[in-house]
């Protein structure tokens, strides 16, 4: 299996800025990619940003020039910085790895949550 192990997420004030990690271990394939979703009371899951390891990096168009996906390939950890934070970027966040030997595989979530 693969196996995540989440950190970062906490309260902060508008404007703020936050760091979540993502670490990934066990039987990983080198092709792959990780992301970050989130998913807010009442709303369906949705997609934050994604790094393919060697490929392309995307953004939602919501967190453009917010939010910045990295990825350090010797420790299999992706992390996102979230700056110029918004109430309206409360959620639960999400880790995501996948490859096409396991699939989708989902971190615990961690819960940011944005004051005004």
């Known amino acids: 299996q693969v196996l995540l192990v989440e950190s970062g997420g906490g309260l902060v004030q508008a404007g703020g800025s936050l760091r979540l990690s993502c670490a990934a271990s066990?039987?990983?394939?080198?092709?792959?990619?990780m992301g970050w979703y989130r998913q807010a009371p009442g709303k369906q899951r949705e997609f934050v940003a994604s790094?393919?390891?060697?490929?392309?990096?995307n953004y939602a168009d919501s967190v453009k020039g917010r939010f910045t996906i990295s990825r350090d390939n010797a420790e299999n950890t992706v992390y996102l910085r979230l700056n110029s934070l918004e109430p309206e970027d409360t959620a639960v966040y999400f880790c995501n790895y996948y490859d096409y030997v396991h699939g989708d595989v989902w971190g615990q979530g961690t819960q940011v949550t944005v004051s005004s």
């Open positions: 066990g039987s990983i394939v080198s092709t792959n990619v």
């Open positions: 790094n393919a390891r060697g490929g392309s990096t």
